[in-house]
């Protein structure tokens, strides 16, 4: 296999910090700006009620799909950084309030279990808030394992409101 084979990823992002949307949509412009990535889809965005934190305001989601030639600690690493830049701080608040917050979702069909990256992510049909737009721009997602995400949607934790799109 050569070395500069593509793989797609989903990336989950959200906001519930001053102009939530406009956070988002930087957020994107900048993983496809990024060495190494291209976005090749992005959902719309939705507004959403925040699940397992502190009470808090609303957040603004959506989820990307891009092409990668970056390995997935590589691409975790990219989004970290984008974080960082749109002026995400460290908070000790598990779930909290944040300007900016950017999940690696999937990666090919791979499973991931590493410090600081398990993919496919934890928790993702716990929430419909990644759910709903990952379905929106891929409506036959499935698990590394072959279960199809759309039949989990109605499993998932918190309420996911089409705000408008991308």
Request: net charge negative; glycine share 10%.
């Amino acid at each position: 296999m050569s070395g500069d084979a593509m793989s797609k990823a989903y990336i989950g992002i959200g906001s519930n910090v001053g102009d939530r949307a406009s956070f988002c949509r930087r957020a994107v412009a900048a993983l496809d700006e990024a060495a190494g990535v291209s976005v090749e889809k992005a959902s719309s965005l939705y507004e959403t009620t925040p699940v397992g934190g502190p009470p808090q305001r609303s957040f603004v989601n959506l989820v990307a799909r891009v092409s990668t030639g970056l390995a997935p600690q590589d691409l975790l690493g990219t989004c970290k950084v984008i974080e960082r830049r749109l002026g995400r701080e460290a908070s000790e608040i598990r779930w909290g309030p944040r300007v900016i917050d950017l999940d690696v979702l999937l990666y090919d069909d791979e499973k991931i279990n590493e410090p600081g990256l398990e993919i496919p992510h934890p928790r993702l049909v716990q929430r419909r808030f990644v759910m709903v737009p990952l379905l929106e721009i891929d409506p036959g997602a499935s698990d590394p394992w072959g279960a199809r995400y759309a039949d989990w949607v109605d499993e998932g934790e918190g309420e996911v409101r089409l705000l408008e799109p991308f």
